[in-house]
C-alpha cells in the first residue's frame, strides 16, 4: 500500500472519530434535553442514549484499530502476531455492535415504533453480525499470509546457507 493511500484513510479516520465525538458529546445531550422536554420515560431515554452512545463508541474502537494495523503496515510488520490483536478487537467491536442494535430493536418492539423501523433495525443488526463474520474470515487469511510469510523467511535463510 501506497504511503498516500495509508495517509488518505488516517485523514478520513480522524475525520470520522472527531465526528463521532461531536455525536457523543454534542448532539446526545441535546437529544436527552429534547426527549426530556417532550416526557419521554425515563428509561427510554437512557435505553436510546446508551445504546446510540455505545454503538458510537464500538465503532471508534473499530477505527482506532484500522488505524494500527495502517501504521503496521506501514512499517512493514502487518503480518505478525500483533495485528491479531488489533483483528481480535475489531470482531469483538462489531459483535458488541450487533447485540447493541438487536437489543435497541427489541426495546422499540413493543412500544409505538413502527415495525418497519424495528425491522430496519434488526436487519442492521444482521449486517454489523455479517461484517463480525467477515472480519473473522480476514483474520483466517492474516493467520495464512503470516504462515506463508514465515515460509518463505525460513526458505530466503536456507538459500542465504546454500549461497
Not at 494500527?68 to 458488541?96: D, E, P, W
Not at 453480525?129 to 525460513?154: E, F, K, N, S, Y
Amino acid at each position: 500500500m501506497e504511503k498516500f493511500t495509508i495517509v488518505i484513510l488516517k485523514v478520513v479516520i480522524a475525520l470520522s472519530l472527531a465526528g463521532s465525538l461531536v455525536v457523543q458529546f454534542g448532539l446526545l445531550p441535546v437529544v436527552w434535553a429534547e426527549m426530556t422536554q417532550a416526557g419521554e420515560a425515563l428509561w427510554g431515554r437512557i435505553v436510546l442514549i446508551s445504546t446510540v452512545g455505545l454503538g458510537v463508541l464500538t465503532m471508534q474502537v473499530f477505527a482506532v484499530c484500522v488505524w494500527k494495523l495502517l501504521t503496521l503496515v506501514r512499517k512493514g510488520a502487518v503480518f505478525s502476531a500483533v495485528s491479531f490483536r488489533y483483528v481480535n478487537i475489531m470482531i469483538g467491536a462489531f459483535v458488541a455492535a450487533a447485540v447493541l442494535a438487536f437489543g435497541l430493536a427489541v426495546a422499540l418492539a413493543p412500544g409505538s415504533a413502527a415495525p418497519g423501523l424495528v425491522g430496519l433495525i434488526c436487519g442492521a443488526s444482521l449486517v454489523l453480525a455479517g461484517i463480525a463474520l467477515l472480519v473473522v474470515l480476514m483474520r483466517r487469511l492474516l493467520v495464512q499470509a503470516i504462515a506463508v510469510d514465515t515460509d518463505a523467511r525460513h526458505l530466503r535463510t536456507e538459500l542465504d546457507v546454500v549461497i
